[in-house]
């Protein structure tokens, strides 16, 4: 997916800080590795995420979707040094890898994960959490919203990645496809909800930035 040029999107890239050598080496491993790739989020979407993430200073931190353990790895640099991330994945296979890695990175004792389907393990979890990442499947992206919201600490934020959907939100070819539809729905449902302030970024695949008032 490219909304600008790929000139620009280089330019972005040569201009926005190195996210080092592990990261690097955990991307390379993932694009060797492993199936559908292109799901990780990648050196300027991680930076984004650190960012956010070292604006807030979260004590509490819940993914849904860790994949193989990047995101994970880039909003934990945020963490406060007793803080916590609680990270959801369904996927067996990838436990290897985001241990491996996570244990490398130092912060492997601040990262928990919880193996299982989110929808079941969203209800077990207690809140408040500081920051909330929603990157899992997009089918359930709605209700992982609303049980979000319930975690949250009013003030704190919820990221939702994917939201223009490779720029089908707006494709008119792409109106009746189930996938974008339940995109449009949330954003919608977002836009409409008096309960938080949100902005839609342009990051990549669309990251919509959500605050609980
Ligand atoms: C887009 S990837 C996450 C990418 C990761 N956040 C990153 O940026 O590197 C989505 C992940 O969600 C997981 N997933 C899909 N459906 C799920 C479900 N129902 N419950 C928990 N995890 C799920 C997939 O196995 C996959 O690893």
New binding site residues.
């Given amino acids: 997916m490219h909304f600008i040029s790929e000139e620009l999107e280089q330019y972005i890239a040569d201009h926005t800080s190195a996210q080092g050598s592990l990261l690097d080496e955990l991307e390379k491993e993932?694009w060797r590795k492993v199936l559908v790739p292109r799901?990780?989020?990648?050196h300027v979407?991680?930076r984004a995420?650190a960012m956010f993430s070292k604006m807030i200073s979260p004590q509490r931190i819940l993914?849904?979707?860790?994949?193989?353990?990047?995101?994970?790895l880039?909003l934990a640099e945020g963490l406060r040094e007793d803080g916590i991330l609680h990270t959801?994945?369904?996927?067996e296979e990838?436990c290897e890898m985001q241990d491996r890695f996570w244990e490398l990175s130092g912060k492997g004792h601040q990262i928990h994960r919880h193996l299982?389907?989110?929808?079941q393990?969203l209800p077990q979890l207690e809140g408040p959490y500081d920051l909330i990442?929603i990157?899992?499947?997009k089918d359930?992206y709605l209700s992982y919203y609303e049980m979000s919201i319930n975690l949250l600490r009013p003030g704190g934020f919820i990221l939702v990645?994917?939201v223009l959907w490779s720029g089908k939100v707006v494709d008119e070819n792409a109106q009746n496809d189930k996938d974008t539809i339940k995109m449009q729905e949330l954003n919608a449902r977002i836009q409409d909800d008096d309960r938080v302030e949100n902005l839609l970024l342009g990051i990549r695949d669309g990251i919509m930035m959500v605050r609980l008032r």
């Fill in positions: 993932t799901m990780i989020s990648g979407q991680g995420l993914e849904i979707g860790a994949y193989t353990g990047f995101s994970a880039c959801i994945e369904v996927n990838l299982g389907e989110a929808l393990i990442f990157d899992a499947d359930n990645d994917n």
